[in-house]
């Protein structure tokens, strides 16, 4: 039998053929070298695989020429844009390198490619005509799995987007279980929605959820078939009994979603006297639903009634009236989050309409003490800290929203926020003078210039749901909870019972192609993002006075595009920054949130003229959740020149992410760390007094640097701003 290698081993194996692999070289510099290419593609392959190092992996895949091996070269195309796409999520990269692959070579590559190319089109370019082009170019004899995710996505596009529900259907069974049992499963579960939400063909939904899906292909769409026979046999067969036992095989970790709205439908039958069957009490089944987004709507419900519970007002609704109200206050929150959206940076804003040009909005600054730079670039260094609001120069944080809306607060002091402040303009004056000075000495601070990769794009890692679900299940108006009813996120869910669940699609891929969805859960690791918060996304403040109803947005100011070009004319850095207004949209995006703020205002009136819903004690508790996304970034309009953007995490008090410094001088906050900072500075500005031993050093240290994923160094620029 022989002996298996240990790790140190196979190492050493790997750094011996990395060795001999890097020997084989071009023949006399020319293209053409069939050996050469071989040799970069398993490069490619081992710095991929093997060393994690995926910089090294695109060097030697981009070194393969189409004149040294039309296949070796197709095959890296393939891997480049797979890595492009699902790693660096450089979408117009990966679709470049995909279309370079030709179907001639390799027809299982090529449809594996196409499919890509359609999830690029479908999930992020929103382009839907391309993405059919692209998947209607798989043969199922090209490869059988890669061609039922097509037609699942195909099925997809033409339900959701073309509200074509015939064609879809077709799409749909064209997924056969031999080909993907996985893909089939999800095909057939949109299969019976549209029969059990469209055609009104109940005994057809039937068959697709309880024949047709096993729970050993997918437990997520196992449980979701499970939930919506007990929905079926509830509303159209007037069978309780037989949905209550569908709701109960719905498990918590299939299902997040589906597992709540079980719980609300077993906890209105107990409470409003639907059942007779031998079920727990209400409150058990509403004390096991956990806040997350996708589940907003099932845990008002839930803490409403533990309410009403609570307070033994256990006639103060009936059920439509308590489903009302509910509604009202998921409108609520449906609102915060398209404000939320408006106010989302997406470093996208380009120069040119074809996208050819700079991106305006492609970095942020944020001022900090040379002291505090120091302690995040030496040799082991510091993470990057988002400190709690509490101790803001600002009285009003947090507090210009609700308080505008008459919401009290006051029960919410154990939910805390963290953020890290930014600004779009690099090289100001007024920042230099406000943030970051030492030793009293004025202008004496760094402007520190991020990259959008430092950056996430997933707006629901801003609220930690455990801490939502820690301060409600610790509060005097709920009842207290038990251990195995603690959070955990939802990965995914519904907004209505017959709504598509927009399926990601299988990772059909090969050894060197990623996951094909875009938009897969990002590790921290990938993007050297320390701290469990994981990438954060970026929102710009949202200036606003309550009297007079001023808004205004952050942006970039004008002297920023003076600064940018100084060697340009005056009249083309005016168009410049006249096409830089015209890309934001500022007055558009203004008078939509201006709009959407005014009907959550009108909402929370109607509301609390109700004397029943005045009732609810912790009323303004949930209104105040609604509204959580976007209370940190309404700031009073005083503190409009800063042109703040903010990356924020909101938690519990009691989350163990929260750390105390250590150092007595800054005992007066809280932080949770976010992540190494070097990897994504484009520059450092030193502030018009910047003492000249921290300039020494900040510029050796930049000279010196050893980062191992930089392809350019930090540039370091000394302000001219005037200061005395």
Known sequence: MEQQKTEAEIEQEIEQEIEQLKKI??????????????????????????????????????????????????????????????????????????????????????????????????????????????????????????YANAQLNLGIIYQMEHKKFEEAKNFYLKVKKE???????????????????????????????SKNIEKQYDSRVYAHAQYLLGLLYQYEKQDIKQAERYYLNVEKQDNSYCYAESQIKLGDNVFFGKTSSELKLAEEYYQNVAYSDDSFKS???????????????????????RDDLVIKISKIRKLTIEIQQELLVKF????????????????????????????????????????????????????????????????????????????????????????????????SSVSVVFNKKFFG???????????????FNNTEFGLARNDSAKSVVATMGLNNSNENLNQKSDNTSNDLIVNSNPKNSETVT???????????????????????????????????????????????????WNAYLDSLN??????????????????????????KVKKITNLDQLIALALMPISCFVKHAAFEDEDECR?????????ELIQAPTNYAYANSLFVTYGKIEDYLEKIYLGPQCQPHHKLWITNHVRTSQSKTRSKPIKVVQSEMPLR
Not at 189 to 205: C, P, R, S, T
Not at 302 to 321: G, T, V, Y
Not at 351 to 365: M, Y
Request: proline share 3%.
């Open 457 to 471: 794009d997933d707006i629901k890692r801003s609220i930690n749901p455990e801490s939502i679900n820690y301060f």
């Open 25 to 146: 070289t071009r023949k006399d510099g020319q293209d053409g070298d069939n050996e050469y290419a071989l040799a970069q593609f398993k490069l490619g392959f081992i710095y991929c695989v093997y060393k994690n190092d995926l910089q090294k992996a695109i060097d030697h895949l981009l070194n393969i020429k189409k004149q040294d091996n039309p296949k070796t070269f197709n095959s890296a195309q393939c891997c480049l844009g797979s890595i492009y796409q699902n790693v660096n999520y450089n979408f117009e990269l990966a679709i470049e390198c995909y279309l370079n692959v030709e179907k001639k070579y390799n027809l299982d590559i090529y449809a594996k490619v196409q499919f890509n190319l359609g999830v690029i089109y479908q999930y992020v370019d929103k382009k839907f005509k391309y993405a059919e082009k692209h998947y209607k170019k798989i043969e199922k004899e090209y490869n059988p799995g890669v």
């Open 647 to 655: 990356m924020i995490y909101i938690t519990n008090i009691a989350d």
């Open 586 to 611: 500022e007055e558009a995006k203004i008078n939509t949130v201006r709009k959407k703020l005014n009907q959550i205002q009108n909402i929370i009136c109607r509301l609390k003229k109700s004397r």
């Open 526 to 576: 990938e993007k050297n993002i320390t701290s469990s918060v994981g990438s954060l996304p970026l929102f710009r403040c949202l200036y606003f006075d309550p009297k007079n109803g001023y808004i205004s947005i952050a942006k970039r100011n004008k002297y920023s595009f003076y600064l940018e070009h100084q060697r340009d004319s005056p009249e083309n850095i005016d168009a410049k």
């Open 299 to 321: 845990y008002i419900i839930a803490q409403i009634m533990l309410s009403m519970i609570s307070n033994k007002n256990l006639s103060m609704f009936e059920e439509k009236q």
């Open 179 to 209: 080909d993907n049992p996985k893909v089939y499963v999800n095909a057939q579960l949109n299969l019976g929605i549209i029969y059990q939400y469209v055609d009104k063909e109940f005994v057809k939904a039937e068959n697709c959820y």
């Open 348 to 443: 996208n804003l380009n120069e040119s309409k074809n996208n050819d040009g700079l991106v305006f909005e492609r970095q942020v600054a944020h001022y900090t003490k040379p002291e505090v730079l120091f302690n995040l670039l030496k040799n082991k260094p510091s993470d990057f800290r988002l400190n709690v609001v509490d101790f803001m120069n600002d009285p009003t944080e947090n507090q210009v929203l609700t308080d505008w809306l008459g919401i009290n607060t006051e029960n919410n002091n154990e939910i805390k926020t963290f953020l890290a402040s930014f600004s779009f303009n690099h090289n100001s004056l007024n920042q230099f003078r406000l943030y970051g000075n030492e030793n009293n000495i004025v202008g």
